[in-house]
């Protein structure tokens, strides 16, 4: 038996039927050359047999003395975890999302290990899907998406590939992230102190503490805090709708050279449009620029991964109707954020971030700003495999990030990279945000004004179709 | 705005992630003459522009000063609610069943109408199948019977039936039962009394006082509370097992003629050697026999629909395993019970009930059993329609009621007739209960050693294969 980390907790206390506090990644593959038609019936039957898992997949809660535990589940039945469904005809993408939003709405059973995967035939185009849901508590978005990778291979023709329950991460070299203070969390955090005691979370508390005392003898610490009123921070419902695009990283970096902006830029100032979109078509646009909570890298060049990555708070650049203009304020935005952080102590940026993150802690701390919203949505943009993978020869066509709204966090969008991609994964409550789905039409025409403003050459025009 | 009655708002308090208080009901359809093979989709989107609901289907709840009331849902969006899905290849009725036991165990959304339902596609055999949820504080199981059935016809060449939540009750004749005292509110009053309030239904918190006041001066009131301790009344988990099964009604009834007991009996008689035979497979079973709660007509003929039904407590006689005996014991039982009700005012009835199935009401009137077990299973055998019924041109092969366990009620067994079919839908706790879906072997078997005992003809043998 292992006691759950307060930060794992957290996630337990927050759940509740209207916010589920599960998180997902989608697997789209291609069937292997020459396989028959039945391939993915016989592919379930094969996973089947992988009837043990390993730790944490093994592992389910259970409660002494009011503290939850992980300890090994005695009846683990496979059958409740891995399930092999079907899409209806004609198997577009469009009922594999409707699919994905109905079983990301459903709450998991917390009797048993906190996961759930789903092998999804009936897809158009000789193709299938994986659907591999885990609790926050067990497992962040980030490992999960890394573990997801690294049961695959770059080898089209390695074989008895194990699923990822049965993946036994000692037998490869691992770099496992642990780094649980991420925005979710942070966010998080300040959802379970509306209800609950935030203190559960001590460095999270002293943090706060210690940023309250500073920024009163420095006003820039404040001076960021001014996210408009929006439904994006409505409180959420208990179903949701998951939409997911992608589009060429080629074109991407294409824009980034010409406006001399990051990858991360680009993408949060394509994100800024089509919210500008979608917030116009529900007659729901701030009169502000709506403010998200990002991750960057404080390193200099391209490459989100590497060593310190730290959340800041980015400005949209909704107000304007201007591609070119909005990408200039992400830009400067996010400069200015980073350079500030560059400047502090481990210490300071823990600290910085949790009184952003945290409006209710502040709230606690001060008595101020009851309805205060340091930011309006979470955009992500995690690196992911540079090459083409595969699982028992069926290559991986993309992958997409399922992620968890908020009360108050209506949407959710992560971005992951992958090959010669950007995958966007948008997660929301489909009672607070009505037709989300559109957002996915609004992020391409996003890029093509990005394209014509800066004179690109249009066809370098994304492969979506071939993808989808 | 209309409030919730008590009996209503009880399975709202009831509810929770591992107890779900919905039932449902599921419907299985030959495809029409001469439909095409895409039949399904192009039926879905019919059904679709059904897309807005009559009451109840378009209430949800709200909360005023802490009180539940339905009001129309403003917001309605019939994609959350009506879902077209497949099963996966090859289509089989368990693949069916297993979707079924994964979509019953998860919890609705509340803060929209509290129904959904699945049109199924893929199912062998050009059929196709239709499962109906509705929460019970919405409507209960027989209600929800009776208006899947009445949206359905008997004329095969009947066009433009809309589904169910579209369906206008006022434009048929309706004798809509609104029975909520059944054995089901009964058992959930008794499991809400352990973590609430019991007197929240102030006539059942009344029949309980009279009822004890009663049994104080009459030894045959506390005679019958006998149940064993077993595993069928262990606390339950989350996750659901639904297994169903048609039998032919003539073979049923010939065993009725053969042992001079009626059709009720029969199958209490059959559920008892089931349960028993799964039971043993469990190295579970009680020495002492098993007890039933099971609703019965006062009238002494066979057609158990018409004035009077009342619940009864049935001795199973699981703890012989003769067939033949079993069967004497569950008529003897139920036959003592009746002629006592009989004899009984309405309100006495009322009151015997609901002592017999409070057990935690009993206690907190007491003080005396903690663990007392009045009853280990609920068995509910429910007239339902005697022709053969159509939706569109397509047949009704079958329906089942799909329905709920409760905590230490682990297993629900309903029972509807329809045509010439008696159709068995069990609802189980999967933890509780591993592998309970092989009571349908044992069901058929049970069937099979009454015949072999009354020395019937196994050429009457079942058309299970057909139907299935």
């Known amino acids: 038996m292992k006691p759950l980390s307060p930060t794992d907790n957290l996630f337990l206390m927050l759940e509740k039927r209207q916010q589920p506090t599960h998180i997902a990644g989608l697997q789209l593959f291609d069937f292997p050359e020459g396989a028959p038609a039945n391939y993915v019936s016989r592919f379930a039957e094969e996973l089947r047999e992988y009837s043990q898992p390993v730790a944490p997949f093994n592992q389910r809660l259970t409660y002494r003395f009011g503290r939850p535990y992980w300890k090994s589940d005695s009846q683990f039945d496979l059958e409740h975890h891995f399930r092999h469904v079907a899409l209806p005809k004609p198997g577009r993408i469009r009922e594999l999302l409707a699919l994905i939003s109905a079983e990301h709405s459903n709450q998991m059973d917390r009797e048993r290990p906190l ?4 092998l999804i035939e009936g897809l158009k185009g000789r193709r299938f899907a994986l659907y591999s849901k885990q609790h926050h508590a067990m497992m962040d978005g980030v490992s999960a998406m890394r573990l997801g990778t690294k049961m695959l291979s770059t080898d089209p023709n390695e074989r008895n590939m194990p699923p990822v329950w049965a993946f ?52 820039a610490y404040t001076s960021i805090f001014q996210a408009p009123q929006c439904i994006l921070n409505d409180r959420i419902t208990g179903s949701r709708r998951f939409a997911a695009e992608s589009f060429s990283l080629d074109r ?55 060593n310190q990555i730290v959340t800041v708070l980015a400005n949209l650049g909704t ?22 952080m560059s400047s502090m102590t481990q210490q300071e940026i823990m600290a910085y971030t949790a009184l952003m993150m945290t409006p209710a802690g502040m709230q606690m701390l001060t008595g101020l700003i009851p309805k205060w919203q340091a930011f309006n949505v979470m955009i992500s943009n995690v690196p992911g495999p540079k090459e083409p993978l595969y699982w028992n020869g069926a290559r991986l066509r993309g992958m997409y990030p399922v992620s968890m709204p908020l009360d108050r966090l209506a949407l959710n ?6 090959y010669d991609q950007l995958e966007f994964g948008l997660t929301a409550c489909r009672r607070t945000l009505p037709s989300m789905q559109r957002m996915l039409a609004h992020l391409e025409s996003a890029i093509e004004d990005l394209e014509e403003a800066a004179g690109l050459d249009r066809a370098a025009r994304n492969e979506m179709e071939l993808v989808w």
């Open 168 to 219: 036994d991460l000692k037998s490869k070299s691992t770099s496992k992230i642990t780094n649980k203070l991420d925005a979710t969390t942070f966010a998080a955090a300040a959802r379970a102190g509306i209800r609950n005691n935030l203190t559960a979370i001590p460095h999270v508390a002293k943090a706060m503490r210690d940023a309250w005392r500073k920024s009163r003898s420095d006003s």
């Open 115 to 118: 996961w759930e995967a789903y």
């Open 252 to 306: 991407v970096r294409a824009i980034s050279k010409a406006y001399g902006a990051t990858i991360n830029d680009v993408v949060l100032a394509i994100c800024g449009s089509a919210l500008r979109a979608y917030l116009l078509d529900q007659n729901a646009l701030p009169d502000n620029p709506l403010v998200a909570a990002v991750p960057v890298s404080l390193r200099e060049d391209e490459s989100i991964g590497g």
């Open 413 to 418: 969008i992560t971005i992951l990279s992958y």
């Open 319 to 340: 107000h304007t109707a201007d591609p070119a203009e909005r990408m200039q304020i992400v830009r400067a935005s996010v400069l200015e954020a980073r350079e500030r």
